[in-house]
């Protein structure tokens, strides 16, 4: 089963343009992260959030983290057409991340 | 790039087959997480190996079984193959036996089951 879910399943925009994605997620967690994925490839790791942190930068990107409403948001600033890629927020479990489905980036120039 | 290699990059085999992937881990990295993705969907977790012992195992059968050797490298192997064994399998290699830590995935094996 899907611990979380990525809203909205699809996003296009254009070049300088903000893209936000959202994470909605079902227990308790102690961190939640954020994984890029070109072309049906390899996940890269974006960045990683810890429950007692509200807000979390690294160049473009900037997380947010509401545990009271079990829910997380992407933002990245300023959008190029090499961001195109798939996002994925996944969140721990013993010996395992779990992913939602996703949010489909296009970035157009 | 991570330094997590993963052989071949696709595979084509008839349904009923046997097939093994491999993968190597990053340098320092004791734990291998794999995991299936289907087209459309976010990664499924298969099973992680943690110091050669098998760490915890996702909603898999028993065909899929997997090794981890003493330098970390890892296999995955599926016996009896089926159509809906075609995906993306992914490993991914981490420090520690938790699932918390940050997974440096390979560029994964993209099985097709014919």
């Known amino acids: 089963s899907q611990q979380g879910e990525e809203d909205p399943q699809a996003l296009s925009i254009q070049e300088g343009e903000n893209a936000t994605m959202n994470c909605s997620y079902k227990t308790s967690i102690n961190n939640l992260q954020w994984y890029r994925q070109n072309s049906g490839r390899g996940l890269v790791h974006l960045i990683l959030i810890r429950s007692n942190e509200r807000e979390k930068h690294s160049g473009r990107l900037r997380v947010t983290l509401d545990t009271s409403k079990k829910s997380s948001s992407l933002l990245i600033t300023a959008s190029r057409a090499a961001d195109t890629a798939s996002y994925f927020c996944a969140t721990p479990g013993y010996s395992t991340l779990t992913f939602g489905k996703g949010t489909m980036l296009l970035v157009s120039p | 790039e991570t330094g997590v290699t993963q052989s071949p990059t696709h595979l084509i085999k008839t349904r009923g087959q046997q097939v093994t992937l491999r993968c190597s881990s990053q340098s320092g990295h004791n734990t291998v997480s794999w995991y299936q993705q289907a087209l459309g969907q976010g990664p499924q977790f298969i099973f992680q190996?943690?110091?050669?012992?098998?760490?915890g195992r996702g909603n898999f059968p028993p065909r899929f079984s997997g090794l981890q050797f003493p330098n970390y490298s890892s296999e995955l192997n599926v016996n009896a193959l089926e159509l809906d064994d075609s995906a993306l399998y992914l490993c991914?290699?981490?420090?520690?036996?938790?699932?918390?830590?940050?997974?440096?995935f390979g560029q994964g094996t993209r099985l097709t089951v014919v």
């Open positions: 190996y943690y110091r050669e012992e098998e760490n």
């Open positions: 991914a290699s981490s420090v520690g036996r938790t699932g918390g830590t940050e997974a440096f």
